[in-house]
């Protein structure tokens, strides 16, 4: 059976970064009793899969991971069994089941949304933000530079606004190889990530 | 002070800045919140290493449970931020604080630190300092929180003595009750810390350092301890618990990647091989084991409860538990089929062991250890650690046999009268290892020598020895180094400086307090980390007082010496450790002393509680007469100067 878990991450568990949520999903569902199931081989792994890495700091609301269990379990109460044994900062949104052999969830992966809550800003800066805004989704390319290789953020930008609420939102490419990153679209914007709070709202998968 | 808000909001602007950031939020599942508000009594205990290696520790997890089992108490815990983290926390103002509820420490009630080894001090002293506590006892009073500490190393207290209130010698199930009782009639009558101070005397085994003196001759070494305060007990006698409570199950389950992520069950406490060198050993007696269906029920309640893929069955010689091979074969016929790894850990050097090790692992990557101590028949005897060579080449052809390729071999180099024969023996017994290894599975077999340097410690047999110099252990593990060149054979070994600060701080007396604080200020910390280790400023500390750290190490102690630990007893009395000591010396060996009473002291300590706990669980063998006193050592047993 494949269950396919919806959940938010916050607080604490920000901090926890891919391997090591991967390693708690591994013990949430030992502690719930499920049958996990194992690959085969030598050293057998768990077989969970997240669909995307959420970088470290981040906050989520839609996250997704899919778990493998050698018998299928009752469906019914599984939300609240699962989230009485989850650690602080983690939500469980939604279970349900799916096609055993499904592709992967990180193969169909187009998009992802974010939320990123700001500094209070006065009206000017706001002004001045949405200038900065509609002059980057204006410009033809952005040329940045990431841990020493060179792209240009400007294409892996779909959506890009200032919400009446003092937050950004912004939907960016998540196809592997063509991954957008939002500190790298606020430093464009010269707001200082670490100022933020950033958290994704979204994950946009092909059918 | 600041509120758990405002640090909360502080650290998430430094949290992104430093390594492994989930080392410092807490929020683990299984860690415990109760209200701030509702609870009287708010203790914080604390782990003086990183979170890494702390978060597992199974002392302080019985605490934690202990305490916040009452009604009226809570424990949150807190650990040594790594160096990174510590000066993003100074820079931005952020106190020492607790996991469960970010409360600044100065905010708690009382403060409990674990010392398990020496290499912690300076780590303490800067947790008090980050905790914007005052270092030194005498400059607290009862606006700030009490602090005790507990574990190993504090059968010597003494170099620890001006920054600690109160240690607690021995096991801290029960001892930790009777603190919080006195601290809540404390709170109650509004006592000074001084009042509160003079009541924790009363309290068997606890030392209150402050209503101690000590006179010392001009030589250095101590005349005379004695307590200031008629109240106060001459000897502080270690508590014990005589049958073993339930073990915790409810593990702390880290969330983020950590030394041992596992369910750890002690099935018994103490040991009863007698090996001279061994601190534990001569500590902890005496043995008590944990029924069988009592520990599988335990392992099986806590990997439900954490969902931890490892299970550990601790204790210090697993061996000796009577009923090892019925415990192996009801662990694995319980667990074998849940991917989990099994440990097993401090088996004899005997083929029995490799069959339970079997039993108990479904694959043999990690290697086979063994911890023979020592290579020659010699040593074997001054330790009393006696292992024939071909027990030891028998169990290692077993091993490789059985589809391991990799032999772990612990040894310790600078055993008393060791020469450098001695040391050639062990690098002569790897090769022969390593030749066993090789006639089954040819270039495939490997060892790993682990060889340590020896420390005399307090309240053993060897702490009449002497310490060997920097230069003997470069000699040794010189020796080691040439003989051991073939790359099949991978040798590691202790930095002698490392070997050098745990030797003068195991035995040191109350003026090291002020070589700790000055190293401290010049910036030691983290000592038990090879690459934070500051040598230099421990030496300018040692001179800045005017004292000899070869004085602490290098010299063989008096017969009649008066330890400056010989106000702390761990139940064996000093007599016979020195009737132990000679043995060594002569070669005698003592066999286990379940096989025998050798009438080490424990029985007569703690007569009373044995006769309470009626049953086997206690492993003392029954002595019919009452133990045969020792031939008094009359050189020893005066104490010098009263």
Redesign the interface.
Known sequence: MRLRITFAKR???R???H??LQ??W??????A?LPLA?SQG???H?RIQLAAALP??FASRAEIVDIFLTQPVELDHLKEKLQA?????LEILQVEAVEENAPALQTRLQAAEYRVTLPSLNADAQRELRQRIAGLLAAPSLPRQRRGKDYDLRPLIHELRWLEDGSLFMRLSAVEGATGRPEEVLDALGIPW??TLIERIRLIFTE | MLTPEQIETRLHRILLKVQKPGRYVGGEYNSVVKSWEDTPLKVALVFPDIYDIGVSNVGLKILYDQINQRPDALAERAYAPWVDMEAEMRRAGIPLYSLETYHPLAAFDLIGFSLPYETLYTNTLNLLDLAGLPLRSADRDERHPLIIAGGHATTNPEPMHAFIDAFAIGEGEEIIHDILNMLRRSKEQGWSRLELLRHLTQIPGLYVPRFYEVAYFEDGTVREIRPTLSEAPKVITKRIVAKLPPPPTRFIVPNVETVHNRVSVEIMRGCTRGCRFCHAGMIVRPVRERQVEEIVQAAEEALQQTGFEELALLSLSSSDYSRIIELVEAISQRFHDRNLTISLPSLRIETVSVDLTEKLKQHRSTGFTLAPEAASERMRRIINKYIPDEQILQTVREIYRRGWTTIKLYFMIGHPSETLEDVQAIADLCQRVLAEGRKVLGMKAKVHAGVSTFVPKPHTPFQWASCDTIEQILAKQDLLKRSLRDRNIKLSWNEPQETLLEAWLSRGDRRLAEVIESAWRRGARFDAWGEQRNFQAWMEAFAEHDLDPAFYTHRPRRADEVFPWDHISVGVRKSYLFQDFRMSLEGQIRIDCRQQCFACGILPTFTDLRRQNPGDFWKCPEVKSPARPLPVLQAELTPSGA
């Open positions: 607080g604490p568990l901090y926890t970064g391997l090591d390693r708690n591994e013990r949430i569902i030992r502690r009793g194992y030598f050293h057998p768990a470290l700091g044994v989850c650690p602080a900062g670490e100022e």
